[in-house]
């Protein structure tokens, strides 16, 4: 199984599954790790190991992923012969013609219990709102915000001092298990 990773941050999630690449527990080959942010970490870590890395030139929109530059990410994609897309700390919504290309084929992380706290800023949200008990879903990528298909999720308790700093660095750790662990699934056959 090949795979493509899209990111916008520091890649830590990125870093887990080429972990578990090396490691062998993950039996697939990471093809392809593409960022909109040049200066995102994700692509230094992708370089330092030897992956093949791209720009996504999002025509300099903030926060928008234009159609003609989804259908280049889908091109890249498909050139690198991709199976499965893993978002990983992407902060663009991917629509059609990206969504298309690759149907049921693309995955996301997000820190939150999904369905609650869908979008940016779950984690502050959650501290604000007072949750006790928080965590992570891996799901499939559909037109919504968040809205697609759980795969797999894990609770985090939420302790009462914990701060957005607190709970986002235990948040970390557990998407560090579990997304790899998803991939793994797939590229054993046991999801589809
Ligand atoms: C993670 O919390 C992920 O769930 C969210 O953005 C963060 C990305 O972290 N979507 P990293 O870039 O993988 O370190």
């Known amino acids: 199984m090949r795979l ?33 942010n040049p200066q995102g970490y994700i692509l230094e870590r ?20 234009p159609e003609e530059a989804q259908a280049e990410t889908a091109a890249a994609l498909k050139a690198a012969g991709v ?28 820190p939150a219990l999904l369905p609650a706290f869908p979008g940016l800023r779950a984690i502050e949200q959650a501290v604000d709102y007072g949750v006790k008990v928080f ?8 037109e919504g915000v968040d809205t697609g298909p759980i795969i797999a999720q894990t609770s985090v308790p ?9 709970l986002s660095e235990r948040i970390l750790v557990q998407e560090h298990r579990l997304y790899p662990d998803v991939i793994r ?5 046991d999801l589809s």
């Open 135 to 142: 965590g992570v879903t891996v799901h499939f990528v559909d």
């Open 46 to 65: 992708a370089k330092k190991a030897g992956i093949p890395t791209g720009i996504i030139d999002c025509r300099g929109f903030k926060s928008k992923y």
């Open 158 to 166: 939420v302790r009462d001092d914990d701060t957005e700093e607190s």
């Open 4 to 36: 493509g990773i899209l990111g916008s941050g520091s890649g830590s999630n990125m870093q887990a599954i080429l972990d578990g690449v090396a490691d062998g527990s993950i039996p697939a080959e990471i093809a392809l790790v593409l960022s909109d």
């Open 83 to 110: 199976d499965l897309v893993c978002l990983a700390g992407f902060m663009r919504l991917v629509r059609e013609p990206l969504l298309e290309a690759f149907p049921n084929r693309i995955i996301n992380i997000h």
């Open 185 to 189: 699934r797939f590229a054993e056959g």
